[in-house]
């Protein structure tokens, strides 16, 4: 037995609890052990156990001692760690990250214990959680993003709370995370179990108090709605417009992955299109229903951009382009009652030109998708007083997480030249790729209407764009309209805008009125 501050452990204590062993909770353990961490595990399903336990002890080498320990009870978990102790959680979102905290306070836990929610929680849920939880234990939170290969190999993380509890857990946090090459931003990889990467940069970085992180992640998750929407709405255009075969469009999606769209999205898209189906021998895409499903971070981050009043249209789209595709029967049924237009034959090098311009406005679309997250970001955390470091953030979504993309490192590079930046798109980098691929942005969305396939996220990024660089929209006439059926009042372009106006509508002199306030 040891002696450490008072407190007795056993030299073979673990190092860290791990409570959730699904798909993310067993595959961040397994990354754990491979950075040498002793891990104490804990599912309700004791199934899960076991197989945690056979896992390592088929990864690990012959001679060596467990790296995971079972435990089949909260208690035992907490007695087989060190202390101060070190738990991680990773149930899904919601009532059962509740459930395990009560459980590990009527278990015995200490207030300087700390517990790490990386489920997929609600951010404001996280800010509740630190509270209720003060004095009981340190509830900290880190958002994960990478999917079962990522949590394994290095995923990304957003973690937050807690600056002291931050310290403890920073050694953890970046030897598990991705590491990205620094100045190239591409990914370093290594997918050989016991053989992890330590060098380059790792993608975890302290993003702020509690609940930043998750809504860091909520947004990074509203990106990835819209980035898989518009690589669907392309692969829409290149199978109904141009009547290409899967292996056709992933053909392109290779093509497209060694130029400026290389992304992990884009290249799992072709592999998908790739797939045959193991029954039929079909193309696998084309027996997979076309009914999206959603969890709720892209709806969250559609939410907050409303209430934040921050336009982040392309992301929202992608979430109601998700609840259209739910409504399959309809779609259906409405299909042999509305029209549409004739198709067009087009010839093998009008395809071409066409592909070559709908790679751009891909590109366009995206640039504005995260264009419209930076954005939503940096207005909720002025609304919610966080510092948000936006090249940080940039960076540590170079690897490890879904979105992970080669131009993850130019939006880095965007926010190191000058931290202020008010948008995405008013980086001279940026500017100047859309002002070299806006026709092509343009022709795309045209083509795809007159041949009737929709492209609601990249109609909505184009928007956006048209939108932001309009230097008088039509909110005159708004207000004009709102003034008149409800004395909502309006500024005036050539008066101080704290003053407010109201005219007499429905008297026929039509006065104006100065309104004090
Ligand atoms: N899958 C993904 O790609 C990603 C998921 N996430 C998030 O990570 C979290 C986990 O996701 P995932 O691994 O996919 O989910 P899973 O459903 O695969 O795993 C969750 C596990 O937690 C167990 N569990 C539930 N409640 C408790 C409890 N009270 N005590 C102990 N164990 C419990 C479940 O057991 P049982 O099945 O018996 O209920 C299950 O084994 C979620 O919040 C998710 O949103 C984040 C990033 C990516
Ligand atoms: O967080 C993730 C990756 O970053 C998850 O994969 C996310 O839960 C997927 O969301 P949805 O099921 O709503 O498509």
Not at 500 to 516: A, F, M, N, V
């Amino acid at each position: 037995m040891q002696n450490e501050g008072g407190i007795q452990h056993d030299a073979q204590a673990c190092d860290i609890g791990f409570i959730g062993l699904g798909v993310m909770g067993s595959n961040l353990t397994m990354n754990l052990v491979d950075h040498g961490y002793r891990v104490a595990c804990f599912d309700l399903d004791q199934l899960k156990v076991e197989s945690i336990l056979d896992k390592d002890a088929s990864e690990r080498a012959a001679d060596s001692a467990p790296r995971v320990v079972g435990c089949s009870s909260y208690t035992e978990l907490l007695s087989k760690l060190k202390a101060p102790h070190l738990i991680i959680i990773s149930v899904p979102a919601g009532n059962p990250v509740d459930h395990v905290c009560h459980h590990l306070i009527d278990a015995g836990i200490h207030a300087d214990d700390i517990v790490v929610d990386t489920g997929n929680s609600l951010w404001t849920d996280s800010v509740a959680r630190e509270a209720e939880y003060k004095g009981k234990f340190i509830f900290f939170s880190t958002a994960v993003s990478g999917g079962e290969v990522g949590a394994r190999f290095g995923p990304s993380l957003m973690p937050s709370g807690n600056p002291y509890a931050w310290t403890r857990i920073e050694p953890v946090l970046k030897a598990i995370a991705a590491k990205a090459h620094p100045e190239t931003g591409k990914p370093l990889e290594s997918f050989i179990p016991g053989q992890p990467i330590t060098e380059g940069e790792p993608c975890a970085t302290y993003i702020g108090p509690i609940g930043a992180g998750h809504y860091v992640k909520m947004v990074h998750n509203g990106i990835e709605y819209a980035d898989m929407q518009l690589i669907c709405e392309t692969y829409h255009i290149m199978r109904d417009a141009l009547a290409m075969t899967p292996a056709d469009i992933a053909a392109v999606f290779r093509t497209w992955n060694k130029g400026k769209l290389n992304s992990y999205l884009i290249e799992i898209s072709a592999e998908v299109l790739e797939q045959l189906d193991p029954e039929t021998n079909q193309p696998l895409v084309d027996v997979i229903l076309d009914r999206a499903g959603q969890k709720g971070t892209g709806l969250w981050t559609a939410v907050s951009a409303l209430e934040v009043g921050s336009p982040a249209q392309t992301i929202t789209s992608a979430v109601f382009a998700r609840s259209i595709s739910s409504l399959k029967e309809e779609r259906v049924a409405a299909s042999e009652v509305l029209s549409g237009p004739d198709a067009v034959d087009y010839t093998e090098d009008e395809k071409q030109a066409i592909i070559v311009k709908l790679e751009h406005a891909l590109y366009c679309s995206k640039i504005c998708a995260y264009a419209q997250g930076f954005q939503l970001m940096a207005m909720a955390a002025k609304e919610h007083g966080w510092n948000l470091e936006f090249g940080e953030i940039a960076k540590i979504w170079r690897a490890g997480c879904i979105i992970r993309a080669v131009f993850l490192q130019s939006i880095s590079k965007a926010y190191e030249n000058n931290e202020e930046l008010p948008n995405l798109l008013m980086d001279p980098f940026f500017a100047e790729q859309i002002t070299q691929y806006q026709s092509h942005w343009r022709q795309s969305i045209a083509q795809a209407t007159l041949a009737g396939v929709p492209c609601p996220s990249m109609m909505s990024a184009l928007s956006y764009y048209d939108s932001y660089r309009t230097a008088v929209l039509p909110a005159n006439l708004l207000q004009g309209q709102r003034d008149y059926f409800g004395a909502h009042t309006y500024q005036r372009v050539d008066k101080p805008a704290a003053k407010k106006y109201h005219l007499e509508w429905s008297d026929p002199g039509r006065p104006q009125t100065s309104i004090k306030r």
